[in-house]
């Protein structure tokens, strides 16, 4: 039986993507598969590799189109076709272990109503996407929660931490959902499992709605990986990021527009970040469907300050503060304006680059592991964490 489909959609990164699928590849389950959605220009390099000598019946190539899907549609194409009982969605250069499996099994004995399943991921940067050395991040604890779906639903809807990222973690992107819940998804909001561009955040905002539980465990079972030509690579060079913005928004065209007049924050500003990008998805699903946004817009001016004083350079600084002072100007006219008052530019300064466990999380200098790819660094992390064995036991300490 097959209980987990990872899902693994890729545009024009073969040569990460290829790693992503041997990584994967290397498990010896048998009862979990994965779903390659191909939006390449050329077909081929996948192609020739599924067919030179690749042969593990665990995984299927879905190839391109004839003309080039929206990121949204090579999402919606891979769900129909999952046979796993679980689904989950990572980036091509990212990882995800399939021992993930045992996780859900545990928890489906323990709390038989779970819908939805996230954890802790761990975050790499590949080493072409190092202009100076950074920081690794590995997440230490491994306890388990029960979310409460009111305070999820706060965070993310109306905002409520009012951090520069909303933090709610459950979802397809980097967490497991019952194949179930994503047909009911389909069902009740329009025949499509997915409608807004930032399919993640959509997705998001579904599943904390709909899923009858959120279980979120501390322990990490995936890597975040950023190659040099990954989104959050391109947002450090604005230049990069608004190519990557137009682009995104052509290959949209006809979806829902993120430079939408009742919301008036557009992506496609040069003073524009992810803050205004998730603001922007959340407020359309909550305008669309009905759902109270009572806070939201004092929260959102907070996480727009939040994000305004992390800036390290002067002139992004000068970018986004301007770039939030015209949305809320428009917004509303003018009603939350005085919400939003940034603190004043702190000076050019690099990131924190001190390595040490900080709140749960461990921070290493990313030239320092021997990894060159997420497996790699996600191998070594582990004999710094809980195993995944004690963690699906219920013990919590480590054995002798």
Not at 301 to 315: H, K, L, P
Not at 361 to 390: C, G, H, K
Request: hydrophobic share 35%; proline share 6%.
């Amino acid at each position: 039986m097959i209980h987990l489909t990872i899902c693994l959609p890729t545009r024009n990164r073969q040569k990460y993507c290829i790693e992503t699928i041997r990584a994967l590849a290397k498990s010896d389950r048998d009862d979990f598969e994965v779903i390659v959605g191909d939006n390449s220009d050329d077909e081929s390099v996948l192609a020739n590799f599924f067919e030179s000598g690749f042969d593990d019946p665990r995984f299927r190539l879905v190839g391109p189109e004839e003309t080039v899907l929206s990121m949204v549609d090579n999402w919606e194409r891979l769900i129909g076709p999952a046979k796993g009982r679980w689904l989950s969605v990572i980036g091509d250069d990212d990882f995800v272990d399939p021992r993930l499996v045992l996780l859900l099994k545990y928890y489906e004995r323990l709390y038989p109503e779970v819908e939805s399943v996230s954890w802790a991921r761990m975050s790499f940067n590949w080493p072409d996407n190092r202009q100076k050395p950074g920081l690794s991040v590995v997440p230490v604890a491994h306890d388990t929660y029960i979310a409460v779906k009111s305070i999820s639903q706060d965070r993310l809807y109306r905002w409520s931490d009012g951090t520069k990222r909303p933090s709610v973690g459950f979802g397809l992107y980097h967490g497991a959902v019952r194949k179930s819940l994503m047909d009911r998804i389909k069902r009740k909001y329009g025949g499509r499992y997915f409608e807004h561009p930032t399919v993640d955040y959509e997705n998001s905002c579904k599943i904390i709605r709909e899923a009858r539980m959120l279980v979120h465990c501390q322990r990490p079972f995936s890597v975040l990986g950023a190659c040099t030509a990954s989104n959050s690579a391109g947002a450090k060079s604005r230049a990069t990021m608004l190519e990557r913005v137009k682009t995104f928004k052509e290959e949209t065209k006809g979806k829902v527009d993120m430079d939408d007049p009742v919301f008036p924050f557009p992506i496609s500003d040069p003073g524009a970040s992810i803050c205004a990008s998730i603001a922007s998805t959340t407020f359309w699903f909550c305008r669309t469907y009905g759902i109270d946004l009572t806070g939201f817009p004092a929260n959102f001016a907070r996480a727009a300050m939040d994000e305004v004083g992390g800036t390290i350079v002067e002139e992004d600084y000068a970018l986004k503060k301007a770039f939030f002072e015209r949305g809320f100007d428009a917004w509303e006219g003018g009603r939350w304006r005085d919400c939003f008052k940034p603190i004043a530019f702190c000076g050019n300064r690099s990131h924190n680059e001190l390595c040490g466990v900080l709140n749960n999380y461990l921070y290493i200098r990313e030239d320092a592991p021997p990894a060159q790819t997420p497996v790699e660094f996600y191998r070594f992390a582990e004999s710094l964490i809980m195993p995944i064995e004690n963690v699906v036991s219920g013990a919590r300490v480590f054995a002798r």
